[in-house]
């Protein structure tokens, strides 16, 4: 019912930055939080950011201070602004909502993105 799709990630060296967006389509009523996750190769994926409901965010403590998540809610779009990048951000970043009725936190997340390619060169 939700497509999620990603877009911005590439290369970039260390020290730089990298925005990416993620765009809802579909059943989009459905919607609660939205966020992105990465998985490093070799990795258990981890949290980058999330965008709650209620407009607050959490952030992974790998890239608190660093990373910044934004919501166009009308859009249904989510952004991630990607600063001070390092080779240990590197990996595939993926896009994720929360379905109605459920908690990111304790269920997961429902809908996910196929991912967006982001390396950070040393």
């Known amino acids: 019912q939700v497509q999620l799709v990603e877009s911005g990630g590439g290369l970039v060296q260390t020290g730089g930055s990298l925005r990416l967006s993620c765009a809802a389509s579909?059943?989009?009523?459905?919607?609660?939080?939205m966020g992105w996750y990465r998985q490093a190769p070799g990795a258990q994926r981890e949290l980058v950011a999330v965008?709650?409901?209620?407009?607050?965010?959490v952030y992974g403590d790998s890239v608190k201070g660093r990373f910044t998540i934004s919501r166009d809610n009308g859009k249904n779009t989510v952004h991630l602004q990607m600063d001070s990048l390092a080779p240990e951000d590197t990996g595939v970043y993926y896009c994720?909502?929360?379905?109605?009725?459920?908690?990111?936190?304790?269920?997961?997340?429902?809908?996910w993105g196929k991912g967006t390619l982001v390396t950070v060169s040393s």
């Open positions: 994720a909502a929360e379905k109605f009725g459920t908690s990111w936190y304790n269920d997961g997340m429902e809908y």
């Open positions: 579909g059943t989009i009523f459905s919607i609660n939080a």
């Open positions: 965008h709650t409901v209620t407009g607050s965010t």
